[in-house]
């Protein structure tokens, strides 16, 4: 059989009769000649465009250098738009959302005459919705990522999205009027891309790097520089070369590709979020990963980067020091070196000849910036499905540390408290936030990196114990215990912590206890069988949905019916 005939859009444009007639006819009225129908492969472009999400607003011209390389190489470019998550507008949070914008992408997939895949992603949730939906259709894919913002500039100083964080506790202490908060803002985001320091959408770059699904150095070329439109178009070229040599996303992300992944994650200090979307992922790909997989893998694995969140620099000095091809080299030795990339080459043959220009952003594995790295799992009667907190952006000082519990039934309760003169609270207490999980926020919002009382701030205490079912931005940083499952909402022990209840955080030995007997742990849930309060149950549409069907954090936060995956096969016509 002939290559072209082999094609899975053949089904449609290499049709007789109606049918052909059909696909091929509307198809023309866009100027396309009938030989690019039936004799190229179709390549779509998979856009997350759109001016709600600013991270994404270049990508209309980004897709066109995407074109550049389909056409180069031979095929058929057709670029298709699918739910856009901007982080910075959507509400309640743009997470409530990812599994919504992975339905769109695989039916979207699976329902046209595609032959292989290309992925723009850019801003945090867009690059997991994606990869997930694209993984349940499982054709020859490729990521493009759309890049870094350049390095943001405030009266002389480099600032990013991280120092949003600090700008706020100034605020609320008097430090920063209004006029100064006004000259932060206008400097922040100077350029097109996503947010400069290593937060959740570096932290996805650099995800789909380390698993092998983009070409070497998507993850920190920033997006005006031109070499982001050079690998653009070259990612154009690889896709139509894949789709000849069948290369589909299921022989790239073996097990092996998800344990790199983590590797280089814990290497670069990535954001706490990769844990809940590699999980996801793994499951659309039918790979088996467990959370305490994350520390397994981290173990061993020092913090080679010194960027914001957990250091100093951004990811454009990332890209000047070599990018991280200049990091997965360091790793290599930790790495399964024989998995293979997109491009068909294994992670030795894309990576043993990386340089790095400056040790001070990149250090090598024997002086490392520092050896605090990775994510943590722990463990205990308050979480007995398991919580995160990401070492290296903690204070060293809280990580074995006893406290008092100062709860918060849920967000709206902590925003009326926190800055209450009256509140009991010190320095040793531990803050704990209720119902901001997955269902009972409902969304699972990033607030977990809650802000420490005025009164405190004003002293000079500048981090505190926080404990949540919620997430935390990728940006923040602070002893942020996270993701605590079960969740307050569906009767997690979390819910049953009373103001003044003593708990233990020790890192070194992954424990998370509340020092309370089992039997009052029980008699307390046994009280609490109502839902929580402000607990709203969705009637209706999608969030009655992700309501019924979300699974808990440790588990990926997928819809239970959209793990796995289906296929490329349409069984049916409908003409
Ligand atoms: Fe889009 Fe940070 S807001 S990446």
Redesign the pocket.
């Known amino acids: 059989m002939d290559e072209k005939d082999k094609l899975r859009s053949k089904q449609w444009f290499g049709r007789t009769g109606k049918d052909g007639f059909l696909y091929r006819s509307w198809m023309k009225k866009q100027g396309i000649p009938a030989r690019d129908l039936t004799d190229k492969p179709v390549i779509g472009i998979c856009n997350t465009w759109s001016e709600l999400?600013?991270?994404n607003s270049h990508f209309r011209e980004l897709a066109e250098f995407v074109k550049r390389g389909i056409i180069e190489a031979g095929g058929l470019p057709v670029e298709f738009p699918v739910m856009s998550l901007?982080?910075?507008l959507i509400k309640p949070t743009a997470m409530l959302y990812r599994n919504l914008a992975s339905m769109d992408v695989e039916e979207s997939i699976r329902a046209n005459p595609l032959d292989g895949v290309v992925l723009l992603c850019?801003?945090?949730k867009t690059t997991p919705s994606l990869v997930m939906g694209a993984c349940s259709v499982d054709i020859p894919t490729i990521v493009v990522s759309g890049g870094p913002m350049l390095t943001g500039r405030y009266r002389g100083r480099s600032i990013s999205?991280s120092d949003i964080w600090r700008f706020s506790d100034e605020y609320r202490t008097g430090t920063m009027d209004d006029m100064e908060m006004t000259i932060a803002e206008a400097g922040m985001c100077r350029s097109d891309g996503?947010?400069a320091v290593m937060?959740?959408?570096?932290t996805m770059a650099c995800m789909v790097e380390s698993l092998g699904i983009s070409l070497p150095q998507n993850a920190a070329i920033p997006a005006p520089d031109a070499a982001r439109k050079i690998i653009a178009q070259m990612s154009g070229i690889e896709i139509v070369k894949m789709v000849k040599e069948d290369r589909k996303l299921s022989q790239v992300l073996t097990r092996e590709a998800f344990e790199n992944a983590i590797r280089v994650n814990a290497a670069v200090g990535g954001s706490t979020n990769f844990v809940i979307h590699l999980l996801a992922i793994a499951g659309r790909i039918g790979v088996e990963l467990d959370i305490s997989d994350f520390d397994k893998y981290s173990e061993g694995i020092p913090l080679l980067t010194n960027l914001q969140p957990s250091g100093k620099y951004f990811m454009e000095d990332l890209y000047y020091a070599g990018g991280l091809p200049a990091v997965i080299r360091e790793l290599l030795p930790h790495l399964h070196q024989d998995c293979v990339s997109v491009n068909g080459k294994t992670m030795r043959e894309n990576y043993e000849d990386a340089l790095c220009y400056n040790r001070e952003i990149v250090s090598p594995l024997d002086t490392p910036f520092n050896e605090l790295s990775g994510i943590v799992v722990l463990k205990g009667n308050i979480c007995e499905n398991g919580a995160i907190l990401k070492p290296s952006a903690a204070t060293p000082g809280l990580l074995q540390h006893t406290g008092r519990a100062v709860v918060f039934e849920d967000i709206d309760d902590y925003k009326h408290k926190i800055d209450d003169p009256d509140l009991e609270v010190d320095e040793t207490s531990i803050l704990v936030l209720k119902n901001v999980g997955l269902k009972g926020y409902p969304g699972m919002p990033e607030v977990g990196n809650m802000g420490i009382p005025a009164k405190l701030l004003a002293k000079g205490v500048t981090d505190m114990i926080r404990i949540s079912d919620g997430r935390m931005?990728?940006?923040g940083f602070g002893t942020v215990v996270l993701h605590v499952s079960p969740e307050a909402a569906v009767g997690g022990t979390l819910g049953v912590i009373e103001n003044g209840d003593t708990i233990t955080l020790d890192v070194p030995n992954r424990v998370l206890h509340l020092h309370l007997s089992d039997e009052e742990i029980a008699a307390r849930k046994e009280q609490r069988k109502t839902l929580p309060p402000n607990f709203t149950e969705v009637p209706r549409g999608y969030v009655h949905m992700f309501q019924k069907h979300v699974q808990q954090p440790h588990l990926g936060a997928d819809l239970d019916f959209l793990v796995g995956g289906s296929g490329s096969e349409v069984t049916r016509d409908s003409h």
């Open positions: 999400t600013p991270c901007g982080e910075t850019g801003c945090d999205t996503h947010c937060g959740t959408a570096s931005s990728g940006t």
